[in-house]
């Protein structure tokens, strides 16, 4: 019923800067927590940074400082600013929502965005 496509991806040099966006379609009736993860092949999926409808954030350690999720609920997109990219930033990354999607029910689902490369490297 709900689909996110994200984007923004693409090769950067250390110490650059990338914004992901991921925006949200189909039956939304509401978005609570909005997340970023990423994922390098043969490891697990981690969390790098989420946010909550009412704004609360928090990050992954090693990107504190650094990355920077923002979201905008008139167009249910959330963002991800990142700058001072370090090499080791290189991974998948998707973004995560958690939505009802009914009008009949206050559940909440998780959806996932298709991924989107970002490559850290000179």
């Known amino acids: 019923q709900v689909q996110l ?3 923004g991806g693409g ?3 250390p110490g650059g800067s990338l914004r992901l966006s991921c925006t949200a379609s189909g039956s939304i009736f ?3 927590t909005m997340g ?3 994922q390098v092949p043969g490891e697990e999926r981690e969390l790098v940074a989420s946010i909550t409808r009412g704004g609360t954030t928090k990050y992954e350690d090693s990107v504190k400082d650094r990355f920077t999720i ?3 609920n008139a167009k249910n997109t959330v963002y991800l600013k990142m700058d001072s990219l370090k090499p080791e930033d290189t991974a998948s990354y ?3 929502m958690e939505i009802r999607d009914s009008f009949w029910t206050t559940n909440d689902h998780t959806y996932w965005g298709q ?3 970002v490559t850290v490297s000179s």
């Open 70 to 72: 923002s979201r905008d």
């Open 30 to 32: 509401g978005v609570n």
């Open 5 to 7: 496509v994200e984007s």
């Open 11 to 13: 090769l950067v040099q």
């Open 115 to 117: 991924g989107t490369q």
């Open 94 to 96: 998707y973004c995560n």
């Open 36 to 38: 970023w993860y990423r």
